[in-house]
């Protein structure tokens, strides 16, 4: 594998595969496909399952399962192209690994025996909200955003204890503050980017960005374009984020976290996971050291990885 592999930490394609039927083979139907993931460079890619509005993609959990059955399907359906990451021990450099997530803590319709089912089958990640206020905590995006709830609380601690990553992004502040005073473990933001360069409220302010970094998280950085700039967005927008977080708060801190097939159109230079040693490539030039570039590829969010799972 590459000396630059890379760790994605965050891709919305398992949906696009159950809602419009797309194919990991087909190029034009999603951003992450089979041939991308290797031209890409790709060891571990996570594979969010995005549960969505109830109203549109029906009860949460009956959802989530269904987009974890597409999953393990897809891990059947490619033996050689994929093996399961459940725990630190796993590594298989002939093939890439995939990471079970789940976007949006509404999936456990507020009970933590679902949590508990979640990782019995697999998820070791979960976003807490998505675009809206769920039992857990307040989100980002909604009006009146709440911190974290009394079920919020024993959640995170529970994904604590069993090994799992809390992911903070989509929070709102509040939540996120006592997400981070709560946590015994690093926690991530799987796909958000430096408010400062770009004020979007999905995006983190320095002390957020500060905070995740010095608890030993990682951020990956989002290509989504309106999270980017305000500007036409292209790979020189991402290694802007990168730049600014690496200044703030260390280089430790950074990881990527694309959004592939979580959003509808994508920076100038960047057309899937493929483009990524173009990033890599740029970030050389500008004189990134080659081991300050493999923290920001895989190094980074191997540690916390290898922090938070279990065997
Ligand atoms: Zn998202």
């Known amino acids: 594998m590459s000396k630059f592999y890379v760790i994605d930490a965050h891709c919305d394609t398992i949906s696009k595969l159950v809602d419009e039927n797309a194919s990991l083979e087909n190029h034009d ?93 697999g998820v070791r990640l979960m976003t ?70 770009c004020n979007h409220p999905r995006n983190l302010n320095d002390r957020q960005i500060e905070a995740i970094v010095s608890k030993g998280g990682v951020i990956g950085i989002n290509f989504y374009p309106p999270f980017l700039s305000l500007q036409e967005a292209s790979i020189t927008s991402i290694i802007e984020h990168i730049d600014y977080i690496a200044g703030l708060a260390g280089a430790e801190g950074i990881g990527f976290g694309s959004d592939f097939d979580g959003v509808e159109y994508l920076p100038h230079g960047i057309e899937g996971p493929q483009s990524f040693p173009d990033i890599i490539e740029e970030l050389l030039r500008l004189n990134y050291s080659e081991e300050t570039v493999q923290k920001i590829c895989h190094g980074n969010f191997s540690r916390v990885m290898n922090k938070i799972m279990k065997q």
């Not at 031209?39 to 959802?63: M, N, S, T």
Request: overall charge negative; aromatic content about 8%; hydrophobic content about 40%.
């Open 29 to 121: 139907g999603v951003h992450v496909s089979l041939q991308g993931l290797k031209e890409g460079c790709v060891g571990i890619q996570f594979f969010a399952a995005w549960i969505g509005p109830r109203d549109k993609y029906g009860p949460h959990l009956h959802r989530g399962l269904r987009l974890i059955k597409e999953y393990n399907s897809m891990l059947k359906a490619y033996p050689d192209v994929f093996y399961p990451v459940h725990g630190i021990t796993e590594r298989n450099t002939g093939k890439i690994g995939a990471l079970l997530a789940v976007e949006g803590g509404e999936v456990l319709e507020g009970s933590l025996s679902n949590l508990h089912l979640l990782y019995s089958m």
């Open 128 to 197: 807490l909200t998505w675009n809206f206020n769920n039992e857990i905590a307040g989100a980002a995006m909604d009006n009146n955003a709440e911190g974290l709830t009394t079920f919020g609380t024993e959640v995170v601690k529970e994904m604590n204890k069993l090994g799992m990553i809390i992911d903070v992004s989509h929070l709102s502040e509040e939540a996120f503050w006592d997400v981070i005073e709560l946590s015994s473990q690093p926690v991530i933001a799987s796909h958000s980017n430096a408010k400062s360069l």
